[in-house]
């Protein structure tokens, strides 16, 4: 059977954007050559005849641009059944009608998006706020490249709140703070109920990526008889500090926030 | 867009200007490319190098290498990068054809904190005080403390290996596993605290040697058919730490002599999970969804004792020698998927979790600190069984209208359940609207409304005081004791809550370089049912952007946003009296029956960020690149008091914090192997939090601190490089 045609009008010298796909996993498919193109392009018949006046069978644009569940039928072809996409049916992106061309590129030997360094800039692209969350004085390291968006959560979907890799939000965190994980003989109950009670995964104007700082945000569910019901302000930062406001204020004493295995730990305080 | 197509039936597709990050054919059309250089930092500090190994002033080596072979049957690639930093990773890959995948890697992270403080305490384990120390009740009695100061680093490594395989067993079957191994090291802090009774703690500052190891291996099988998909997967993750507990010498020690303190550590655990992935596709129109997971995680960490103050004596054993805890995580997550019409999406889902903490309760005689033989047997306390079940079902429907319109409604229904909890039972109705519409080719506009109701069932504030105690030792415990928490106070994720919110978001494409999007969210939370506590907290975020591309050669990106959040809490000033009930009158009246105690916090956090970047391809063969951030936050705390005389409390400081961010480059091709790139990174950061600002080692009297300081960086940082590349 005779090769399709593509690359006798595709030549190296005139798109070499285009045949850097042979430096990289799609130049093979098929047994490579042309046969490649056409395994994502379909047979491509007609364009192969008429050129510029008609588009490929299927076409990732930016010229002509096939409709989205066909480019993504394309790609889910070979790519449905593995690394978490099962779920791309219904998925946020789906249902904003995004092409899978849209993030990726598939004729690069380094699809930005598949890197670590570089996915992030896709992804803020449209998540402003999320891009704006990352510049936090708190936050993860997203910018330095050493945490992806994709670490936490799948662009393909997925089951659960957010589009989470893990089950549960909790889940997500423990695959990185595994020492927080328990169980503890002294719980703190919302501890391992939703991490996000009190942090805030994207970037936070306070530390540890707390969505208040202590001892106001202790404050809102624990209000027990002598301290811990008194109001502290700007007055214990003179003179002599008050120890429920300067330094960590209540974790000052209560430092085991997260949970203690102390036979004498009930109150986090060991 | 095709121009030609009717416009009603014309397809959304949301607007974007710009195309992929476009890749340097140079870079890419190689077999590999090796960069070297070197690089340099101004000044030591901590903000700026907090993730990315630039933490220490002087001279850094630049090393970056990626090369790949795909031209046989097999194909491999390595990739090494940050090789002169503790940031370094590597990859290796090997793949052959559809066969199988292997990779191997290693990837090092690092976290400085603040690095401005210093201890007296020496040692590692177990912390000790210098000979010349001179103890004493206060901070201001340890005359010999600056004498005694020890600078350190508060810095944290991870370093991790890791090996993934996969491979494909037939044509519908695919294994897949990975092993991996993580090893987190550094110094850490925590705070100490030494009781003799509840009304006099005396604390420190502790620097904490962090040893941890965490194994972790998982295996998955997937089957693919035409209208089954499967996965199942277990993985195991095994959490090893070095230490179990940081003793620390008691510098307060004139207080309680022969004292010794004693702080537990994160404890060795494990967790296995299976979990089960599939897709059922019943018509074309109809498939189902689902994902079910099941895990164990255990702690058996042999009991440290209740004091390791020998003076601490306690008869009463421990009920047993360790904890033995389980608690298994079960999941399950459905969704049906069905598109009865052309123009309509039905999804039909549930999601159940459920956290069963199925641990042996016992009673344990509760010591409040290390400083003093104190056990009293009322003070026994029982640890706490807190089961956790929620599920929640819902409807989303999604209907395709003319001129590329889709309106959709979300409806989800959630009851949560908790053992020995304020609030045993929660159950919360959610509604979504939401409309996006594109009238036109190069306009898209978003609308959305939600508004949730949650109800909790009677808030029985001292659930979890009879939780902690059994019948006989409450019957025990004098009144004052017999509280945890005033009964008018409504922890916030458990009580009744009103939740409104509004999106708009707008694209707006005015030619085909420029792209212009606006966007809003409003947000309320109302807990109308609580009195003290959390009442009411508010998001107000507006964010504007600018894309513009020409070409292939200029890309850039403008930004802004404001983020506000705001939120008021109640308290009550109480002490004293018979807190059991405040609305029964007990002589003499209780200050917790006094409205007068109230006091209110207003608190604000404001976020402007802007940001630019561009990317030009001046020449050929001349690349820059620039990226700008500027982040200015501010963080307000304002009280109001109802009357109560002796209750004055000052709004605290303003908390600032300002970055400033370039992050500039230039790359020249010299020739099509051979490219030179000059980097440039300014920073500035100030922050005047006042949990560090003027806060010294003894500036509390109980408290003794590192005496950190907020930081106030104005960091350069150039490198040079060379980029070679080959065939």
């Not at chain 1, 219904?90 to 570089?118: F, K, L, W, Y």
């Not at chain 1, 330095?144 to 936490?152: L, P, Q």
């Not at chain 2, 089960?276 to 129109?285: A, E, L, N, S």
């Not at chain 2, 189902?288 to 164990?296: H, I």
């Amino acid at each position: 059977q005779d090769e399709p045609g593509c690359l006798d009008c595709h030549a190296q010298e005139d798109s070499p954007e285009l045949h850097q796909v042979f430096n990289s996993a799609h130049g093979d498919v098929n047994g490579g050559g042309a046969a490649a193109c056409t395994a994502c392009h379909g047979p491509s018949e007609a364009h192969d005849r008429r050129g510029r006046r008609v588009s490929p069978d299927i076409s990732f644009g930016p010229k002509w641009g096939s409709e989205p569940a066909a480019q993504n039928d394309s790609c889910l072809a070979c790519h449905e059944s593995t690394g978490g996409k099962l779920a791309w049916l219904g998925s946020e992106h789906e249902q904003e009608n995004m092409v899978c061309a849209d993030c990726h590129d598939s004729h690069t030997t380094r699809d930005p998006v598949m890197e670590v360094e570089t996915a992030q800039t896709q992804c803020l692209t449209c998540h402003s706020r999320q891009r704006a969350e990352l510049n936090m004085p708190s936050r993860h390291p997203i910018a330095e490249g050493k945490t992806a968006c994709t670490d936490c959560h799948n662009p393909h979907g997925s089951t659960t709140h957010a589009a989470l890799h893990q089950v549960t939000l909790n889940e997500n965190c423990y695959s990185c703070h595994e020492e927080k994980r328990g169980p503890m003989l002294w719980e703190h109950e919302p501890v391992t109920e939703d991490c996000a009670n009190c942090h805030t995964p994207h970037g936070s104007v306070h530390d540890n990526l707390l969505t208040a700082r202590g001892p106001a945000q202790c404050q809102q569910c624990h209000s027990a008889a002598f301290h811990p019901s008194v109001p502290y302000g700007g007055e214990g930062l003179s003179g002599s500090m008050n120890a429920n406001v300067a330094g960590k204020n209540c974790m000052n004493c209560h430092s085991q926030v997260h949970g203690s295995n102390h036979p004498s730990g009930a109150r986090l305080t060991r | 867009q095709d121009k030609a197509e009717p416009e009603e039936e014309a397809i959304y597709r949301p607007l974007q200007v710009t195309a992929l990050a476009s890749p340097d054919v140079l870079l890419s059309e190689y077999r590999g490319t090796v960069e070297l250089g070197l690089g340099y930092t101004s000044d030591d500090n901590f903000m700026f190098g907090r993730y990315n190994g630039l933490q220490e002033d002087g001279a850094t080596l630049i090393g970056n290498l990626n090369w790949q072979d795909f031209s046989g049957d097999s194909n491999w690639r390595v990739t090494l990068s940050d090789l002169g930093l503790d940031t370094r990773e590597g990859e290796v890959t090997w793949q052959n054809k559809n066969a199988f995948k292997l990779s191997l890697g290693f990837d090092s992270q690092q976290q400085v904190n603040n690095n401005s403080g210093a201890t007296p305490f020496r040692g590692s384990g177990t912390l000790t005080l210098p000979d010349e120390w001179v103890y004493g009740s206060t901070t201001g009695d340890f005359s010999e403390l600056q004498a005694s100061l020890n600078y350190f680093d508060q810095e944290i490594t991870r370093d991790k290996l890791f090996a993934n395989l996969s491979t494909r067993l037939g044509d519908r079957w695919h294994l897949s596993g990975g092993l991996s191994y993580e090893q987190k090291e550094g110094t850490g802090d925590i705070s100490g605290a030494m009781y003799t009774d509840a009304a006099s703690g005396d604390a420190a500052y502790l620097p904490m040697d962090i040893d941890y190891e965490t194994t972790e291996f998982d295996i998955g099988l997937s089957y693919a058919a035409t209208g089954l998909n499967l996965e199942a997967r277990l993985d195991y993750s095994d959490f090893n730490n070095q230490d179990d507990i940081l003793i620390w010498e008691n510098p307060y020690r004139s207080r309680t002599p022969d004292s010794m303190g004693g702080m537990s550590l994160a404890p060795d655990n494990d967790q296995l999970q299976g979990r089960i992935t599939g897709q059922y596709i019943i018509t074309p129109t109809a498939r189902l969804q689902f994902d079910g997971s099941y895990a164990v995680a255990s702690q058996d960490n042999d009991y440290l004792a209740y004091s390791v103050n020998p003076n601490a004596v306690v008869t009463t054993p421990l009920p047993r020698e360790s904890f033995d805890g389980e608690a298994q995580t079960g999941t399950l997550n459905a969704k049906l998927w069905l598109r009865p019409i052309n123009k309509l999406d039905v999804e039909l889902f549930y999601k159940g979790r459920e956290r069963d903490y199925d641990n042996p309760r016992d009673g344990y005689t509760y010591i409040r600190g290390d400083g003093l033989s104190q056990p009293r047997d009322e003070l026994t306390v029982y640890n706490t069984s807190h089961h956790y079940q929620s599920q929640i079902i819902g409807l989303e429907t999604t209907w395709r209208l003319p001129k590329r319109t889709r309106f959709t409604f979300e409806y989800e229904y959630e009851k949560e359940e908790r053992e020995n909890a304020a609030v045993e039972e929660t159950e919360e109705d959610r509604v979504v609207l939401g409309l996006r519409a594109q009238p036109l080719d190069g306009l898209t506009a978003r609308l959305e409304f939600g508004y949730a109701n949650r109800a909790a069932d009677t808030y029985n504030w001292d659930q979890r005081y009879y939780a902690l105690l059994d019948v006989e030792l409450i019957n025990a415990t004098p009144d004052s004791q017999r509280y945890i928490n005033h009964p008018e106070l409504s922890q916030y994720h458990l009580s009744n809550r009103e939740r409104t919110h509004g999106k708009l978001d707008l694209s707006w494409l005015p030619t085909d370089n420029w792209l212009l999007n606006f966007n809003m969210l409003l947000q309320a939370d109302d807990y109308d049912k609580s009195y003290l506590g959390l009442r009411d907290a508010a998001w107000e975020r507006y964010h504007l952007s600018a894309s513009y591309t020409a070409v292939k050669d200029v890309t850039a990106t403008l930004y802004g946003g404001f983020d506000r959040y705001e939120t008021e809490q109640m308290g009550r000033a109480f002490r004293g009296g018979a807190e059991k009930n405040a609305f029964e009158i007990y002589q003499p009246l209780p200050q917790a029956s006094d409205p007068d105690r109230d006091w209110q916090l207003d608190a604000g956090n404001d976020a402007i960020t802007v940001g630019a970047n561009i990317q030009w391809m001046v020449a050929d063969d001349l690349k820059i690149e620039a990226d700008y951030s500027y982040v200015d936050t501010e963080g307000d705390q304002t009280f109001k008091t109802y009357g109560a005389a002796d209750l004055n409390p000052e709004d605290l400081p303003t908390v600032e914090t300002t970055l400033h961010h370039l992050n500039a480059s230039g790359t020249w091709h010299m020739r099509k192997d051979l490219s030179f790139k000059l980097q440039y990174q300014y920073y500035n950061y100030e922050s005047n939090d006042w949990a560090l600002e003027g806060v010294a080692l003894d500036s509390i009297d109980n408290v003794l601190t590192f005496g950190a300081y907020n930081p106030d960086e104005d960091i350069h940082y150039v490198g040079v490089s060379a980029l070679y590349r080959w065939q």
